[in-house]
């Protein structure tokens, strides 16, 4: 049977301060980008839709989604969700092909994966039965598949893992959280636990609103992060609502009241070293003004939500990643203007907007994006192309590595 913890809402909002690193004054991006590429293989394209890509302990990357696109030498047309993924070396090479026996052609949608061990990654995501849907993981040994494990079920709630799943590596296991919702439509938080090769799970009782994630320090335990609704004397609003465990779950760490819109275009966690810092981007306005915030350090005894921005760009298609580095907060994102021109920026959202980084957008999909190193982040997604005469799809990797000038 499912768990249930009932939330009592309070916030606290004092600020902190955080000293961690000397706060680099004058940041500098260099950036390199290639086509994803396998030279080992026989294949002379591959295309990916990222939706889970992670840097290994090792120094590899695993990029997996669907669907993906495999065209070899000399074929007409390419193999279909032939693949879920592929690890990468760190020159971005193909190094290994990973099939799609356990999550098939337009089933791995949400798919999400971490780490276990130095040979082997656990993948979670949708598979459909002859009953419906279920959320099942397995794990991948670099070689072959596990069989596939049945996640907990949260009935009569559905679990949603196409929203705003998150996944991170904890002691001794994997946690992971996703929307579920109810018959009723009410949308609550399931929260997974994967530890000594079994499942469990909780859920948390927020109307959610949209989407949701996940952070993990080691000296302070998980943090959870969700859009959601909720009620005070003034009457229902929305919300960042931030969990962690040593606070206790049973009520919210930091309730920050969103605009007037209530809408979040983006939700992430920082991936500076300890992950402690929560950014987002918020609908301010109904002219479609950004405005960029962030909470420092989510697992200090206090800390305040800051607006880093009140106006962050014109034209933003996505918050594509960014964080915390050397004590200042970067945003990376797409923009699409009324001409068609698409344009990939780096800003410095600290204090006022600097812009660090301004190129036309060499992506024409989806993006993800994550931290190599604390100094390079990678960029992964899609463009079409003209090769011998035919279009195709590309996967392409953006190195952004940060220094300063």
Not at 243 to 252: I, V
């Amino acid at each position: 049977m499912v768990a249930f913890i009932p939330l009592i809402f309070f916030s606290s909002l004092a600020q902190v301060s955080d000293a961690r690193l000397p706060v680099c004054e004058r940041p500098a991006v260099n950036a390199t980008w290639n086509a994803i590429s396998g030279n080992h293989t026989a294949s002379s394209a591959i295309y990916i839709e990222p939706s889970a890509f992670v840097a290994s302990r090792q120094g590899e990357v695993l990029l997996a989604g669907e669907p993906t696109l495999v065209w070899h030498a000399g074929a007409a047309d390419p193999e279909v969700n032939s693949v879920v993924g592929v690890q990468l070396n760190a020159r971005a090479e193909v190094v290994r092909f990973i099939p799609s026996s356990v999550f098939p052609e337009g089933a791995s949608v949400g798919l999400r994966t971490a780490q276990i061990d130095s040979s082997s990654w656990l993948f979670v995501g949708p598979v459909k039965t002859t009953s419906g849907q279920q959320v099942v993981s397995a794990r991948w040994d670099g070689k072959n598949w596990t069989a596939a494990t049945t996640l907990p079920s949260t009935s009569p709630a559905r679990p949603l893992p196409e929203f705003g799943t998150g996944i991170v590596n904890v002691a001794g296991g994997v946690a992971l959280v996703m929307p579920a919702q109810f018959p009723d439509g009410l949308r609550v938080l399931a929260l997974y636990r994967f530890v000594s090769n079994r499942w469990r799970v909780n859920l948390f009782r927020p109307q959610v609103t949209g989407q949701a994630a996940l952070s993990y320090k080691e000296a302070e335990g998980l943090a959870l992060a969700a859009t959601g609704i909720w009620s005070s004397r003034e009457g229902r609003s929305a919300n960042i609502l931030v969990y962690t465990e040593k606070h206790g779950w049973n009520r919210p760490k930091y309730v920050v009241r969103l605009p007037s819109t209530g809408t979040v275009h983006e939700l992430a966690w920082s991936s500076d070293q300890d992950a402690s810092a929560l950014i987002w981007t918020a609908l301010a306005d109904s002219r479609g003004d950004l405005e960029a915030w962030a909470i420092r350090d989510v697992f200090a005894d206090s800390a305040s939500p800051k607006r880093m921005a009140k106006h962050l760009a014109n034209h933003v298609e996505y918050l594509v990643g960014g964080g915390e580095w050397r004590n200042r907060f970067l945003w990376v994102i797409t923009q699409e203007y009324p001409n068609g021109e698409r344009r990939l920026k780096v800003l410095d959202v600290d204090d006022e907007v600097t812009v660090l980084y301004d190129q036309p957008n060499i992506f024409d999909a989806t993006v993800k994006a994550l931290w190599k190193t604390p100094d390079e982040l990678w960029i992964a997604g899609g463009a079409e192309k003209t090769a011998q005469g035919r279009t195709i799809i590309e996967s392409r990797l953006l190195r952004l590595m940060f220094r300063c000038g």
